[in-house]
């Protein structure tokens, strides 16, 4: 069964910095794919970032520059690692993995909800 926990976190002030954690466990997959998504109470759920196992990455155009996802692969951690935070990255941020393994996808970051595992989200405030 695969299990996703999300921790790290917090409240800071614009321009602060944070580290996201995931630990996953029970992929049986040679090639997965892991990253991030963010939330705001009444907009859609958007995606972050993203990398496979094979360590190739992917960012969202809004956070390219400032964010870096990395992935301990030994210890099943996912990492998001988040510089000159903004309040417009305020949000709950989600890891998740695609169901059914394989490297990212270009379109993973629109897929259907229910097409992913999830962690339980951890909540990023930014104030200004």
């Known amino acids: 069964q695969v299990f996703l926990s999300d921790l790290g976190g917090d409240s800071v002030q614009s321009g602060g910095s944070l580290r996201l954690s995931c630990q996953f466990s029970?992929?049986?997959?040679?090639?997965?794919?892991v990253g991030w998504f963010r939330q705001v109470p009444g907009q859609e759920r958007e995606g972050v970032a993203s990398i496979s196992n094979d360590g190739r990455a992917n960012y969202a155009d809004a956070v390219k520059g400032r964010f870096t996802i990395s992935l301990d692969k030994r210890g099943r951690w996912l990492y998001l690692d988040m510089n000159d935070l903004a309040p417009d990255d305020t949000a709950t941020y989600y890891c998740?993995?695609?169901?059914?393994?394989?490297?990212?996808?270009?379109?993973?970051?629109?897929?259907?909800?229910?097409?992913?595992?999830w962690g339980q989200g951890t909540q990023v405030t930014v104030s200004s």
């Open positions: 998740a993995a695609p169901k059914g393994g394989g490297f990212c996808s270009g379109s993973w970051f629109a897929s259907e909800t229910s097409s992913n595992y």
């Open positions: 029970g992929f049986i997959y040679p090639q997965y794919c």
